[in-house]
Structure formats: structure tokens, C-alpha cells
């Protein structure tokens, strides 16, 4: 494996870049900061996050990628990664949320032609939508009817992060006379377009996830974005960086809630039982049992990161390629997305475990909150397991097999 496009170290800004990379760095940090301070009491409610994605739109956030000329921030997805991974650390469930949001919407600009891709992007800065969707396969899929002008779309779909808040929504839908899966946009409030809060998952409660049924839902070709065929002959190489784009915002959001918990969990040892119970003393912070665990804790961290950085650059590099990237390039990037995958899914679930182990049992009690991060995390790698990415890795490495092309759930 050779990596080509990896870069040693972060590509060079221009000044003005760099500035408004730091903006809303800024913006990330003090949104987050707002997130953290009610996050246990918010979680807890489980309300459909109205209030969050006003929040997230007040701060500027929906419009981060949207092209300046198109009426948003114009920024990277460095940034938004960035962004996405701060907002994370304070409530994964809206990491989550953002992270979709800006996958969802740059979508267009994948699988559509970019007239089209500018008019959704400029009608979404201008009413500043927030997206949901959901690329999952599923049986039966989703079915696309052909009529005489367009298509009805027809079938259920189940769990699609933002489902209960988005202006707009982008889904997996199957051709019926072809057989082709494509990339649907939908308005949910049209005729015929069904909302079901029924999720109820244990973890990740205000991603505002839930089904949506589709009868008969008009659909013109201007909302078909374009082919989600895995053939290599019918999706580009750069058109296939949609799979290591989308994956790489759920490491971001793994990063994220490991990084907060440990964040988190620190403060609470550091506080010791003085500040908080004396009568459930937390471990003290010169145990060397204690010591150990941050330690193992921070490396498998730390070593996550890495690997997510190094992915980063090398997913850089094949963006701005663009039409001249390969389909072996391609999968370098991909597999070095799945390493990172695989390496913030074992840190996460280490990191959310083990600092209730840390803390002890005053981690039990609901008013401290912090079986959040825990079942966070796990219903998000659930939902998202790393075994298919692993074994992607392996075929790569020993058979030189490119990764399939696989969208985030």
C-alpha cells in the first residue's frame, strides 16, 4: 500500500483561509460550549432538537459549506470535520445531526450536475435548510415509479438522522423499470410524505431520527441528484469519494464523543469527591491503577487521531484532483478512511467505557450524566460497525481489492 496522496503534514493556507478557519473554529468551541451546559438535562427530555438546530443556525453552522458565491461560509471539509467533531464532544447526538446535515447537503454536488448543485445550494443558504437522509440499503428499497412528467416515489424507509427536523431530505431510492439505485431529493412537507418519530433508540436520542413512508410522492427529474450504481463504470472515481467523505464524518463524531467523555471524566477526577459527593469518592489522581487507564485511554485516542489525520490529507488530496483522480487512488483513500474508522471505533468504546470504571459507582447516578457517552457511542457504532471495513483493509492490503463503495447509514 503505498498512499501516495497522503501528506506529510497539513497542507499550506493562505492567510485568509487560515483566518476563517479559526473563525469558526471559534464558533464550533462556543456553540459546543452552550450544548454542554444543559446537555444531560436535554438528553435526558429527549425532545425533538428544534431548539438545537435553531441554535446550529443562529451560530452560522448549516451554511458552513455552502459556497460563498452561493450565499454560505465557502468552507472546507477540513473545517466542517473540525466543526463536527467539537459540536460532538459536547452531545454526540447533535455531532451527529450536523454531520449528516452537511454530508446530505453537499450530496448534489457528488452525483448532480453543478447547475443543479448551485441552484439547491443557493436555495438552501437563502432558507437556510437543515438536512437529513439516510444512503442505507435496505429490502424492500425505496421505489421509484417513471410517469409521463417525472417519477412517485414510493416505500418506507427507517431510521434517517434528521427525519424530524429537516427542511429537506435525501434518500436511496431503486429505478423500477431499471432496476438503478439514485440519489432522491425530497421536500417532507409534499403530499404524501409520512413522519414517524418510532425510533426510539437507547443512544444518540436527539439525532431526530425516526422512519418516513413515501405514497406517491411526486418527484421531478430536477430532484433526482444521480446514480448510486457501485459499477465502476457508471460512478466516477471522484464521484466515488461520496463513500470515504461520508465515513470520514462518523470517525469525526467518534473522535468527538471519546475526546469528550475523557474531557469530561478528567475534570470529574480532578474535582475529586470534595466538589461534587463525599460520600462516592471518585478515584484519586495519583492512583496508579487510575493513571494507567487515562494513559491507555489517551494513546488509543491520540493514535486514533493520527490515523484520521493522515486519512484527512490523503482525502484532500484526491478533492482537489478532482476528474483526474483514479480508481486505484480512490481506494487508497478509502482504505486509509476505513483504518481510521476501525481505530476511532475501538477508541470511543473504550474511552465511554471505561471512564465509568474510572469514576467508579457515583458514574451511576443520572444527575452526572455520563451513561450518555456510553450509549451514544454505541448506538452509533451499531449502527455503523467497523467488522466489513476491517475486512476491506485486509483485502486491500493482501489481494490489492478496491473497497467497495459503501455510503454511511
Request: glycine share 10%.
Amino acid at each position: 500500500m503505498g498512499f501516495a496522496l497522503a501528506q506529510s503534514g497539513p497542507a499550506p493556507e493562505s492567510d485568509r483561509t487560515a483566518t476563517d478557519r479559526a473563525h469558526w473554529l471559534r464558533v464550533a468551541r462556543e456553540t459546543a460550549d452552550d450544548l454542554a451546559t444543559d446537555a444531560v438535562v436535554r438528553e435526558q427530555a429527549g425532545k425533538v432538537p428544534f431548539d438545537e438546530v435553531s441554535r446550529l443556525r443562529e451560530a452560522g453552522l448549516l451554511t458552513l459549506l455552502i459556497p460563498a458565491e452561493l450565499g454560505g461560509a465557502g468552507e472546507s471539509w477540513p473545517t466542517a470535520y473540525a466543526v463536527v467533531r467539537e459540536i460532538a464532544a459536547a452531545d454526540g447526538a447533535i455531532g451527529q445531526l450536523l454531520g449528516c446535515h452537511y454530508f446530505m447537503s453537499w450530496s448534489a454536488r457528488f452525483f448532480t450536475e453543478p447547475a443543479l448543485a448551485a441552484q439547491l445550494g443557493r436555495q438552501s443558504a437563502a432558507e437556510q435548510w437543515c438536512w437529513g437522509g439516510a444512503f442505507t440499503r435496505q429490502e424492500p428499497p425505496l421505489a421509484l415509479n417513471r410517469t409521463a412528467g417525472g417519477y412517485l416515489l414510493d416505500g418506507r424507509q427507517s431510521y434517517v438522522t434528521g427525519v424530524l427536523v429537516a427542511d429537506r431530505l435525501v434518500v436511496r431510492a431503486v429505478r423500477t423499470d431499471s432496476g438503478e439505485p439514485l440519489a432522491v431529493v425530497v421536500d417532507p412537507a409534499r403530499h404524501g410524505v409520512v413522519i414517524d418519530g418510532d425510533a426510539d433508540p437507547f443512544g444518540q436520542r436527539l439525532a431526530a431520527g425516526g422512519s418516513v413512508e413515501f405514497d406517491g410522492v411526486p418527484v421531478s427529474t430536477d430532484d433526482v441528484l444521480g446514480s448510486l450504481s457501485a459499477d465502476e463504470d457508471a460512478l466516477s472515481p471522484v464521484a466515488s469519494l461520496a463513500s470515504p467523505v461520508g465515513r470520514l464524518v462518523s470517525v469525526q463524531l467518534r473522535l468527538g464523543m471519546a475526546e469528550g467523555v475523557l474531557a469530561e471524566a478528567r475534570e470529574y477526577s480532578r474535582a475529586g469527591h470534595s466538589a461534587w459527593d463525599p460520600a462516592w469518592p471518585a478515584g484519586s489522581p495519583q492512583d496508579p491503577q487510575v493513571l494507567t487507564t487515562y494513559g491507555e485511554l489517551t494513546v488509543l485516542t491520540r493514535s486514533a487521531s493520527a490515523l484520521t489525520d493522515h486519512a484527512l490529507e490523503a482525502l484532500r488530496g484526491g478533492l482537489a484532483r478532482g476528474e483526474d483522480l483514479t480508481y486505484d487512488e480512490y481506494a487508497e483513500i478509502s482504505v486509509l478512511v476505513a483504518m481510521a474508522e476501525a481505530a476511532a471505533s475501538r477508541a470511543v468504546q473504550e474511552c465511554t467505557a471505561r471512564a465509568l470504571d474510572v469514576i467508579g459507582a457515583r458514574s451511576t447516578s443520572s444527575r452526572l450524566g455520563f451513561d450518555r457517552f456510553w450509549r451514544n457511542a454505541r448506538t452509533h457504532t451499531l449502527y455503523e460497525p467497523v467488522a466489513d471495513r476491517l475486512r476491506d483493509v485486509g483485502d486491500y492490503f493482501l489481494n490489492g481489492a478496491h473497497p467497495p463503495f459503501i455510503l454511511p447509514a
